[in-house]
Nanobody, 119 residues
């Protein structure tokens, strides 16, 4: 099992920056694929970025060049650095952990944190 606790959301002006954090715990948390998803009102939840234990990353086209996902050496913390924020980035952001071999059986979500980009 993996437990996830998120923090870092808030209100920011267009062009500003925020850093989201996700604390992961559990005996096998270090091998899980970690990801950030977001869900805007009236829209489906979408993948923003993900990172594997070995460091391989994936980004949505809409955030490439602006967002960066990372994890610490102990792999207990996952971060999403968000720069040059746009109003369309407004959403609830969720941390996710998925087992690299059995994601259907072992898949966990954080509680979500609100990010609002507005002038």
């Amino acid at each position: 099992q993996v437990q996830l606790v998120e923090s870092g959301g808030g209100l920011v002006q267009p062009g500003g920056s925020l850093r989201l954090s996700c604390a992961a715990s559990g005996s096998s948390a270090s091998i899980y694929v970690m990801g950030w998803y977001r869900q805007a009102p009236g829209k489906q939840r979408e993948l923003v970025a993900s990172i594997r234990s070995g460091g391989t990353t994936i980004y949505a086209d809409s955030v490439k060049g602006r967002f960066t996902i990372s994890r610490d050496n102990a792999k207990t913390m996952v971060y999403l650095q968000m720069n040059s924020l746009k109003p369309e980035d407004t959403a609830v952001y969720y941390c996710n952990a998925a087992h690299p071999v059995f994601p259907g059986r072992n898949n966990y979500w954080g509680q979500g944190t609100q990010v609002t980009v507005s002038s």
